[in-house]
Every structure is written in C-alpha cells, then in structure tokens.
C-alpha cells in the first residue's frame, strides 16, 4: 500500500527532531492511547520447509510505548511473536556516534592463535604478520591473541616476527545449541576471538583469521588500514545483494537470501545471510563482551539455534539487533574458492576480481585472499599428505625455495582435486608459499627456524602421546 501524503510528509517531520522531541511526542503518542505491536517478519522469499513452523500470523498484543528512563508499567510490556519473551517499546534513545578513524585513532590487527596443535596457523600467523607488516600501513599495532597452550617456542619466533603476543583465557563451556554436531565441530573454541572486545587500550580493533595473505592495493583502491575509517561494527555481508562499500547493512538482509533459503531449506526462524567473520572491525568495549560471554554460555538462552557458522551467525543477530553492521567490500575478504564450494554466496562484485584470462589471473583487485576453504589451505603445499603435519616436505627453511621452484615447475597435478577453477587456486596457493619463504627466511636470520621450531614441538607432541 502506498503511503498517503500526510503520512509521508509526517515521516519526513519526524525524521528532523532532536532526540529530546522525539521523547515529548512519543510521550504524546501515549497519552492520547497510540500503541505499537510486533509483527514476526519473513519476507515472503520462500516456502516454509516440511516440519517448521511459519512465521506467526498474528501480531503481538499491542503495548504502550515509553521513553527512556521512565518506569515500565505492565500495559507497556508485550511478548515477541517469535521467541514469546517479554519486550517493551522504548523511543528517542540516542545513537551511538560511530568512533572516526585517522591519525590520532589507536587502532590494531588483531588475530587469535589457539591449541596446543596449532601448527600449520602457526605458518599462517607469520604470512598475515609479514604482509601486515609490509601493506597494513604505518603506526598500526599487530596483536596476537593466544592461549597458554600454544608452544612457547612459537610465541617467541612470532613476537620476533612484529607481533605483539597478548595471552587470553578460552572462551569454553559454549551452548551445545549453538553448534550443528559440538562434539566434532572444528569450531569448539571459536568463540575465544569475541576477547578482542576486551582490548580497551585501542578504539578500533581489525580481526583478520590466519588463513589470509595481506597484499597492497592497486591503483584507485584503498589499502587495508582503509577499514579503520569506517563505523562499527563492520563486515562484509554475505550474498546478493551486494551493499556498497561503508554502507549500513540492514537487518533484513541479515535474515534473508535471494536463493539459499529455499535451495537449503531454512526455518523462518534462522538467517540465511549474515557477515563473513574473516575480516571485521569493531570497538573494544567489556561490558559487551561481558554480555556476550553470558549469553554463549547459557545453553537455554532463546536466542540460540545451532548453525555450521556458529560464531559469525551469533555476531550477525547481536550486532544487527542492537547496533546495524557496515559492509566491507569483498576485496578485504576475498574466500578464493567460494564460487565452488559456496556459490549462493558469489557475488558480481566476487566476480569483477577475477581477471579474464584464467591461466595468468592472479584476482588483481583483492586485497587480502582468504584461504577459507579446508581443500585450498596453502600450508598443505609444505606437507607429503594434506592435514599432517608430521609429513613435512622441507627440514629447514632453507629447504622452502627449491620447494616452491619444483612445486611451480610441476604445476598443480593432482593437488587441486575436485576445483574446476586450478590455474586461479593454484597461483594463490603459491602466491602464499612464496610469501612465507621470505618470511620464514627473514626470521631465520635472527635465529628463527620456523621449519625446525614445528618439527621439534611435533616430535615433543608425540613423546608425550
């Protein structure tokens, strides 16, 4: 239905008051008996799959909206259409500014290395850190959190390689009811990155995973210390369609998809988008952490439901629902195989990045590839069988180059089964392996193997088995 003119001209009044008026209308509002209800909301995008229940038909029962900070009477609480808790409507509450980038912001790359079998992101800690180090700008800080159970000797060798090493406890006992399979998913402690929101010293934080390569931008583009300029929080959102770049993300497109729903058979009541949790940007703050802790640990807790994704679904309903995420163009977040393994999630703007001729394309145009994908990590080019890392090619870091020249020589053979896409993957893959031999090699001039470091805590591994 269109909206009649007095409604819009309405709208457009309204969307001029200061805070403060809008309290004194809404206050109006109430006194002269107005009330607000909730309407489950869907979308219409797809059929509700056999089993699940749709969304609720009926609206809540209204209640009478307030204003922050009055006291809450019981004809101003009503119940949510979806999980049937208590909410109240409150007006005029203030937004929160987003914090402004710039020279005088104190900012940090932040990343979290965890588990006493961490050898392989051990290989892709120093990948993100040399490409930090060279394409990340000046005067940003690198911090890597870790757990105790990382090998000390890896904890030296990556403070010598520019990393600041800031041990952090596990964030353990997560809500089984946040995981599809808890007792087998390779995400258990995921949640531990939600501690970069205890890192008060910085105003903006920048979590990167492991398995990314930081290269420099090409002409017309903005390097990646180019995120801290946006507001908080910030990702890049999944699927079409595709926002523009520092654009907010609204909450509808959190929970809907032009195709996944129906090709996956979703509920109503979970998302079928959401942000990428490989590169975001946030604003440390405890308290929130202090909440979100609570809220993952408790197994009863409604908002809940288990996913493949926990950790970047629960973060895409969080902060959706209480602040809106900014979008990050895909070239800061660039998963190399998605058009394969993901490809309701490909994107024109995926596409644009390829080049056109496959055979010489190295995805001019992204910034930090994303090795995302369990068949393209590239520290798997150093091992005789992929996933064990006690078959390690190499001895020394000497041994990396005549890998890299023979493993270029050879091309791709049969490492890349099951991709169509080889002569792409395969050039990220070495794309990455030369970076870590210059890495590698600069850390062993300062009396830093990493290969022998791997070997020898593999080898303590196994002694103590």
């Given amino acids: 239905m269109a909206e009649s003119p007095a409604l819009e001209a ?121 490409g930090l180090s060279h394409h990340g700008g000046a005067g940003i800080a690198r911090v890597l959190m870790h757990t105790s159970d990382v090998p000390s000797s890896y904890i030296l060798a990556l403070g010598a390689a520019g990393w600041h090493c800031h041990q952090v406890e596990y964030l353990s006992s997560v809500a089984n009811a946040l995981f599809h399979n808890p007792w087998k998913s390779r995400f258990i402690d995921v949640f531990t990155k939600l501690r970069l929101l205890q890192l008060e010293s910085f105003e903006k934080v920048l979590f990167l995973d492991l398995d990314m390569l930081v290269r420099p931008p090409i002409d017309g583009c903005n390097g990646l210390e180019s995120l801290f300029d946006l507001p908080t929080p910030a990702a890049m959102k999944r699927g079409s369609p595709v926002p523009k770049h520092g654009v907010a993300v609204p ?67 969080f902060f959706g629902t209480f602040e809106q995420w900014t979008h990050v163009h895909c070239r800061y977040n660039y998963e190399i195989d998605k058009r394969e393994r993901i490809p309701h999630d490909w ?87 030369a970076e870590f031999g210059e890495a590698a090699c600069c850390l062993a001039a300062g009396g830093h193997d990493v290969i022998s470091l791997v070997r020898d805590a593999v080898q303590a591994e196994a002694g103590s088995a």
């Fill in 347 to 433: 994107t024109e703007a995926h596409e644009a990045i390829l080049g056109e001729n496959a055979a010489d394309s190295k995805m001019v145009g992204a910034v930090v590839l994303h090795y995302s994908g369990t068949g393209i990590k590239p520290w798997d080019l150093l091992l005789q069988k992929k996933g064990d890392i006690g078959s390690l090619r190499v001895s020394t870091v000497a041994d990396i180059a005549p890998l890299f020249a023979r493993l270029t020589a050879e091309g791709s053979d049969d490492r890349m089964e099951g991709y169509a896409d080889t002569p792409r993957l395969w050039a990220a893959m070495l794309e990455w392996l």
């Fill in 10 to 130: 309405a709208r457009s009044h309204c969307s001029k008051l200061s805070s403060d008026e809008l309290r004194s209308l809404l206050a109006s509002y109430a006194e002269g008996g107005g009330t607000i209800a909730l309407q489950a909301w869907f979308g219409n995008e797809a059929p509700v799959p056999w089993g699940s229940a749709g969304p609720p038909p009926s609206p809540s029962r209204p209640a009478i909206p307030t204003a922050t900070g009055c006291v809450t009477m019981d004809s101003m609480v009503t119940g949510c259409p979806w999980c049937r808790r208590p909410v109240s409507f409150i007006g005029g509450s203030d937004i929160i500014a987003p914090v402004a980038g710039g020279a005088d912001t104190r900012c940090a790359y932040v990343t979290l290395l965890y588990g006493p079998k961490c050898h392989t992101y051990f290989f892709g800690a120093l990948v993100l850190g040399w």
């Fill in 251 to 317: 909450y509808t497109s959190i929970w809907s998809h032009p195709t996944r729903r129906e090709a996956d058979k979703l509920p109503p009541h979970q998302q079928a988008s959401g942000i990428n949790a490989g590169t975001m940007l946030f604003r440390p703050d405890a308290k929130v952490f202090k909440q979100m802790e609570a809220e993952v640990r408790d197994w009863h807790f409604p908002e809940h439901y288990s996913t493949y994704m926990p950790e970047q679904e629960y973060l895409s309903r």
